[in-house]
């Protein structure tokens, strides 16, 4: 038993594997806190190396760590509602009524309180006082009747409550199976013999809550197979550690419009437990503090993504991770370097009475962090998360359009992939001028800033584009045509200029052939510079620069280097962002002067 790495198998490719693989985790973590205390515990780290997860710690596990009357209570809580359960000894509790009545309080103090100007004050603090504890979707989600898991789960959870004399056995059987990278068979079937004996169902029925692929119906983890008779059985060890697991990494969100259920669980690359436990607790308060309607589907996948980016900076920063070695730490620092992304499956109402899986699929982090070199960067790269999550979350799925634009940007967020980005600026662009016509005052943008620190982090062959300075000119020029005049236009001011409406869907159409998109460009500069020769002859006054010949000159260069559609793409996402703050500051002026 002295040991210090144990193993996972992936034997199924599915979020069964991480549930084990933070099961084990969690059990080797309270043996740990049991026989050394709790602020003396071995550094331990859950690690993807390829067929299994390994999980390290800093000092072997001893045989002394496991005396044969070991006191162990379960790690995962057994759930009851109101009307008294069946609760098994010494094994702690949620009550799923309390825990729904206490979310919907908290909901509606924060409804009551939202015009309200809290911060510092005391209801502040006792808004704070009635948060309901970080996992309470966990409770949610399997105290959902028809989710038909409760009864199953807890029946997992007090196999080892009423077998607690022989919690030794259980944790020597559970570190025996997990002691190499093939798994010790002859450790479960002598735990078969002697302490599985204690337990009722010694082999338990596989749930699809613990085993998606294995649900009724589907009982294969490679889709070759398609039967409808009994799921298979597992051993109850590996089901327990499941159970367990799920509290740590199991993150269930509730789709609004359809009533689906959706599960995320973080696949780890190289995880350090502590941080682990730090930043779910972080990752979950954000995704609850979301506004209920921005809970749909795909916005559902995309927030997911970027508040756990989020969370994992925000705990980077608090740490205080100012002027350390970067170079050394930056497997640490950057999220898509420690956590892959996450397993997603969808559970469908497909029935009045029971819910059921129909979709899992695998959501890669951001490419997003790159190398950072100071803590300016972590904060630089969690200022583009913000806005980006403050333009999805303007976008309503519901309408055809939103659906579409949202679809690329997950296409983009969880597949760096950038033709789907391009595709999601193009669309944006329409809608941010539809927002403007409608009337809205205000409508979330891109800045160029940030557009310019992701492609460095993400794409930084894009770059030698985006710093050219007939580039740069000519996006200045598309947003002073298009979302600055109709920015003005919505507030009730004099437009200044003519709105150009369509200008980005002529220059993303004409962008399939070369001749034809510089061509169109060259129209739209000459037709730019006619307005402001006129402007400034019927005013006096010029509220927006020229172009020159030398910036079609460049811009058809890039063209001719980096084809015309990437370079249409671009100027149309540089051309629909927020005007820089002093460019902003500098037409405000010369207006005042007017």
């Known amino acids: 038993m002295h040991q210090d790495a144990y193993f996972v198998p992936k034997r199924t490719g599915t979020y069964a594997d991480v549930l084990l693989a933070y099961g084990l985790a969690a059990i080797l973590d309270r043996l740990a806190g049991l026989a050394r205390g709790e602020f003396n515990k071995p550094r331990m780290t859950i690690v993807d190396a390829g067929p299994y997860y390994e ?44 825990t729904r009545e206490r979310v919907q309080a908290y909901r509606k103090m924060r409804f009551d309180l939202r015009e309200e100007n809290i911060r510092g004050s005391d209801l502040e603090q ?13 409770v949610a989600f399997l105290g959902d009747r028809r989710m038909q898991a409760m009864d199953a789960y807890n029946r997992i959870v007090a196999g080892w409550a009423r077998s607690r004399d022989r919690a030794a056995e259980h944790v020597r059987a559970v570190l025996r199976l997990f002691s190499t990278p093939e798994g010790d068979e002859k450790a479960l079937r002598a735990w078969k013999k002697g302490a599985g004996k204690a337990i009722p169902k010694a082999q338990e029925t596989a749930s699809q809550l613990l085993n998606p692929h294995q649900g009724k119906g589907l009982n294969e983890p490679k889709a070759n197979a398609l039967r409808m008779d009994n799921v298979k059985d597992r051993p109850w060890p590996e089901e327990f550690l499941k159970a367990v697991g799920l509290w740590e990494c199991m993150i269930p969100r509730r789709v609004v419009d359809t009533e689906d259920w959706k599960v995320y669980v973080p696949a780890p690359l190289r995880m350090d437990w502590r941080a682990h436990r730090e930043v779910t607790a972080r990752f979950r308060r954000y995704l609850w503090n979301e506004r209920r309607g921005d809970e749909t589907s795909l916005k559902s996948d995309i927030t997911s993504l970027l508040l756990f980016v989020r969370a994992w900076l925000d705990y980077v920063e608090a740490a205080g991770r100012d002027d350390v070695d970067f170079d050394a730490d930056v497997a640490a620092l950057a999220p898509e370097k420690v956590v892959a992304g996450f397993h997603v499956a969808q559970f469908k109402l497909l029935s009045r009475n029971a819910y059921t899986m129909v979709h899992m699929s695998f959501l890669h982090l951001p490419q997003w962090t790159g190398r950072p070199q100071s803590r300016a ?29 949202l679809r690329a940007y997950r296409d983009f967020v969880a597949g760096n992939s950038w033709g789907a980005f391009f595709e999601f600026a193009a669309g944006y662009s329409h809608e941010m001028m539809r927002r403007y016509n409608e009337g809205a005052r205000r409508v979330p943008a891109f800045s160029p800033s940030r557009l310019r620190r992701l492609i460095m982090a993400a794409n930084k062959p894009l770059l030698p584009i985006i710093q050219n300075e007939g580039f ?46 510089v061509v169109a460009l060259c129209g739209f500069m000459q037709s730019y510079n006619q307005e402001n020769a006129q402007k400034l002859e019927n005013t006096g006054q010029q509220m927006r620069r020229d172009l020159r010949t030398t910036d079609i000159e460049e811009v058809v260069r890039l063209v001719d280097e980096y084809g015309p559609e990437v370079v249409a793409s671009l100027l149309i996402a540089y051309g629909y962002a927020r005007e820089p703050r002093e460019a902003e500051t500098e037409t405000n002026q010369q207006e005042a002067s007017k």
Do not use: C
């Open 55 to 98: 999980i390290r710690l800093s000092e072997p596990v001893r045989k002394e760590w496991v005396p044969d009357g070991l006191f162990f209570r379960s790690p995962a809580p057994f759930l009851r509602r109101t009307s008294a359960d069946d609760e098994p000894p010494d094994t702690p509790t949620r009550d799923v009524d309390a």
């Open 126 to 138: 006792q808004l704070r006082d009635q948060e309901p504890p970080e996992d309470w979707t966990v």
């Open 377 to 405: 960067d972590i904060l630089s790269i969690r200022d583009v998360i913000d806005e980006h999550l403050e333009v999805v979350r303007g976008i309503d799925e519901t309408r055809s359009d939103g659906h579409n634009m």
């Open 472 to 517: 740069q000119n000519v996006a200045y020029a598309i947003r002073h045509s298009t979302v600055i005049p109709q920015s003005r236009k919505a507030r009730g001011q004099d437009a200044l200029y003519e709105v150009r409406y369509g200008l980005g869907a002529e220059l993303r159409r004409k962008a399939t052939v070369r001749d034809e998109f």
